[in-house]
């Protein structure tokens, strides 16, 4: 589906993998992350990216990814490059609030493991929830940037909380402000980011 909930377009999808595809990615890539890493945060780490024909299966979850993120695109935009990150967060780590316009135009963030999606009930209701580990996206005008004098005068900065589940696929203009919530848990959490550069089609 995809939704207008600010400003700026976001769409949010079950990929539709299957627990062992998944899981099998997360092993392969958390035994990357531990090569690539060159310091305690998680952004120290040498440049990769993990669609260079690194593995079948990152190529095949680039191609499920691609196709929801052209929906979202829709027919006047096509994707030009991706490049993809493994991040990694133990206990107690969180992502603090920026953007990623310097860096692509979409940004896309695929959870490979997390509590399963009820596959009878609506999605939104799965994911609209504040939550440990949440990942919250925002307008660009939540915090003091350049855009805060874009929005109209009925409209005010907006929140939306997403929980991570399994298989979820994120996709948002890559200027709104995102951040996720401390995780938690034991075992490391994985987020899969594509950072998207797209081009106009005009016609």
């Keep these: 589906m995809i939704l207008d909930l600010f400003p700026l377009k976001t769409g949010i999808w079950s990929l539709g993998m299957d627990a062992a595809f998944d899981q099998e990615l997360y092993e392969e890539l958390l035994q990357l992350n531990a090569r690539m890493q060159t310091g305690e945060q998680i952004w120290n780490r040498k440049d990769h990216n993990i669609f260079d024909g690194h593995s079948q299966r990152c190529q095949a979850l680039q191609e499920a990814v691609l196709t929801k993120v052209q929906e979202l695109l829709g027919p006047h935009g096509r994707v030009v490059h991706v490049q ?27 959870f490979p493991f997390g509590p399963e999606l009820d596959a009878a009930r609506e999605l939104m209701p799965q994911v609209n929830q504040f939550a440990p580990n949440g990942f919250a996206i ?63 089609i005009h016609g």
């Design 84 to 110: 993809g990150r493994e991040v990694v967060r133990t206990h107690g780590v969180e992502i603090m609030p920026h953007n990623d316009e310097d860096e692509c135009d979409v940004q896309a963030v695929y």
């Design 138 to 200: 925002c307008n660009p005008a939540w915090r003091s940037s350049g855009f805060a004098g874009l929005l109209m005068p009925w409209e005010a900065p907006s929140k939306f909380w997403i929980k991570p589940h399994r298989g979820l696929l994120i996709a948002f203009d890559a200027r709104a402000i995102h951040f996720q919530k401390p995780y938690l848990g034991e075992q490391p959490f994985m987020n899969i980011l594509f950072n998207i550069k797209v081009e106009r």
